[in-house]
Nanobody, 113 residues
Framework: QVQLVESGGGLVQPGGSLRLSCAAS????????MTWVRQAPGKGLEWVSV????????SYAESVKGRFTISRDNAENTLYLQMNSLKPEDTALYYC??????WGQGTQVTVSS
């Protein structure tokens, strides 16, 4: 059974940092590109970042480039998103996805003073 479980969200002040994790099980994690997607309140899904299966290539949305870093540990079947210099507009429910086929339940990030 495929499972993606996000964690690490929370309430942080503007300018702060958080690191999201996504624990994967039930499939060959190392064989899949992985994506972070977010949904702000009242808005649609926004693609945030993607990393190739081996971790050698990454890509970011312009809105997070230079502030977020995606990474993965294939030995631990875990995907990460390091988020620095957070802004109120980063407030959203953050999901990890395996090739857009499998999705987690999301973790809430709220950036507010």
């Amino acid at each position: 059974q495929v499972q993606l479980v996000e964690s690490g969200g929370g309430l942080v002040q503007p300018g702060g940092s958080l690191r999201l994790s996504c624990a994967a099980s039930g499939f060959t994690f190392s064989g899949w590109p992985m994506t972070w997607v977010r949904q702000a309140p009242g808005k649609g899904l926004e693609w945030v970042s993607v990393i190739t299966s081996g971790g050698g290539r990454t890509s970011y949305a312009e809105s997070v480039k230079g502030r977020f870093t995606i990474s993965r540990d294939n030995a631990e079947n875990t995907l990460y998103l390091q988020m620095n210099s957070l802004k109120p507009e980063d407030t959203a429910l953050y999901y990890c996805s395996a090739g857009a086929d499998y999705w987690g339940q999301g973790t809430q990030v709220t950036v507010s003073s």
